[in-house]
């Protein structure tokens, strides 16, 4: 059953982050229209490494430790919200075509600052401060052990973490790609409204944390 763990993660990790219903998922996404595809796969790589010891945390039952802290969650809500509210602002700051593209209309796309090293760190922290994703892996490995198709042995907990991170980097590396492959359909004015729905999701998210934060304080 071992030899089933490493792919069951990469399955539970690529299916899990198809849908674009996360902050991280909206910054890749906005990295892509945006042709910073370094920074784009900096993020998607960052979240990966982190969401992929969450799971390998809650393999080896972190997720019932973490319940007995009675600070940990309005601590990690707390600052997920920080961060999020900090960089919403800034993406919609910068919602707008910039100075070169309205001096320019043809000017290319993904002139911003921000590679890999930088996506890399964000994608990582934004994900890293959200431990409740522990919580989220513990019901999926509950429900694989509870079928069977995988046991606790040695090395188990690595296999499914890498193969968590894995399937998470693909499906990104794939969401680039296609955005790579069809960049030149998407004209400055999608990318700039895509901008503005960009930054008020990841508003939406740091309100959304803030909300969970004064729920766990009660």
Known sequence: MFGWTAPLGFVFGFVGSVPVAGPIAVLVLCSGLERRFRNGLGIAMGAAVAEGTYALLAFWGFGTLLSGLPWSSAISHGASASLLLV????????????????ESPSAPLGAESGGFGSGLVLGFGVTALNPTLIATWSMAITMLHTSELIIDSEGSALAFGAGAALGIGGWFAILLGLLYRYRERFTQGFVASSRRAAAWLVLGFGLYFAWLTITDLR
Do not use: N, Q
């Not at 800034?90 to 309205?102: K, N, V």
């Open 87 to 102: 960089l919403g602002m800034h993406l919609l700051r910068r919602a707008g075509p910039s100075d070169e593209e309205r």
